[in-house]
Nanobody
Framework: QVQLVESGGGLVQAGGSLRLSCVAS????????MAWYRQAPGKQRELVAR???????NYADSVKGRFTISRDNGKNTVNLQMNSLKPEDTAVYYC????????WGQGTQVTVSS
């Protein structure tokens, strides 16, 4: 089993920045992809950014140029630097990793005020 703990959410004004972090622990063997998803009220969960073990990353069109995902394989962490935040970025953000199956964090709230 893999446990994921997110941190870094909060309330920020539009145009501001936040950095989310997620630490994986437990039975870590070989994590392939690490990702951040988000879910706004009344909407489906959507992929925000994903990074592969190679370091290659891809992003949702809505966050390209504003968000940056990174990972530290030695520390089993994945981070999401979010800049130029917009009210529409308001959501619960979830950390996700793939290691012989999907694992999810409990989510962290990000609220962007206008």
């Amino acid at each position: 089993q893999v446990q994921l703990v997110e941190s870094g959410g909060g309330l920020v004004q539009a145009g501001g920045s936040l950095r989310l972090s997620c630490v994986a622990s437990g039975r870590i063997l070989s994590i392939s992809t690490m990702a951040w998803y988000r879910q706004a009220p009344g909407k489906q969960r959507e992929l925000v950014a994903r990074i592969f073990s190679s370091g290659f990353a891809n992003y949702a069109d809505s966050v390209k140029g504003r968000f940056t995902i990174s990972r530290d394989n030695g520390k089993n962490t994945v981070n999401l630097q979010m800049n130029s935040l917009k009210p529409e970025d308001t959501a619960v953000y979830y950390c996700n990793v793939w290691q012989r199956g999907d694992y999810w964090g409990q989510g962290t709230q990000v609220t962007v005020s206008s």
